[in-house]
Every structure is written in structure tokens, then in C-alpha cells.
């Protein structure tokens, strides 16, 4: 597992609906010494419903494994059990995506 590798995951049942749960894709974002060694991964999870697109924390990925353009949300930053992870389905080789999600990472943490 590496950085902006694409898992579908079983996101865990959260009271709030407004946070995704059930099985989606997911962006590996966590460094890669963590993804190593450690139990957990930090990821972003991706829709096939597209959002707002003029909100920086929203990223369209196209392709690069996905069955169809999906929106990542950045503002939704996950800590997941490596175990909610079902199957690797591709990688972000695209620089201006791993950009653009770097970018909403920064705006969701107010970093940028």
C-alpha cells in the first residue's frame, strides 16, 4: 500500500448522515512509512455523486481505476482500521490530481 493508492473500503456506520459509511473508494493518503507499519491509514473518500465544484476541499478524479468520474472529499478525512479495506482498484499517477487533493487536504486543515 502507498500513498494515493485507491482501495474500495467498507466505511464504518456513523448517527451522522451527513458522513459517508458503506462501501466506497477511498484515497490512501497517509505517508508511506505509516502505510507500512501502522494498523490504521488515513484516506479520503470519493463519490460518484459529483458535489459543488467550486469548493477547494472537492476533487474530481477521472479514471486511474475508478468505473466512473467520482468527486474526492477532502473535507472528510478519514482514520480507517486497515481492515475496512476490501481491494486495492488503482493508483493517482496523475500530478495535477495528487496537486489539487494535497491543496484540499491543506484548505479542510486551514494550511494553505
Not at 61 to 87: F, K, N, P
Request: net charge positive; hydrophobic share 40%; with cysteine.
Amino acid at each position: 500500500m502507498t500513498q494515493f493508492d485507491l482501495y474500495m473500503a467498507d466505511l464504518p456506520f456513523r448517527e451522522n448522515g451527513n458522513i459517508l459509511r458503506g462501501m466506497h473508494p477511498v484515497i490512501v493518503v497517509s505517508n508511506n512509512l505509516v502505510n507500512r507499519y501502522s494498523p490504521v491509514i488515513t484516506a479520503i473518500p470519493l463519490t460518484s455523486k459529483l458535489k459543488r465544484w467550486d469548493l477547494q476541499t472537492h476533487v474530481l478524479i477521472q479514471g486511474q481505476g475508478l468505473t466512473c468520474d467520482s468527486m474526492a472529499l477532502c473535507e472528510q478525512i478519514l482514520t480507517l482500521d486497515r481492515t475496512t479495506l476490501v481491494r486495492r482498484m488503482g493508483h493517482i499517477v496523475n500530478a495535477q490530481d495528487r496537486k489539487a487533493l494535497i491543496r484540499g487536504i491543506g484548505v479542510q486543515l486551514g494550511m494553505c
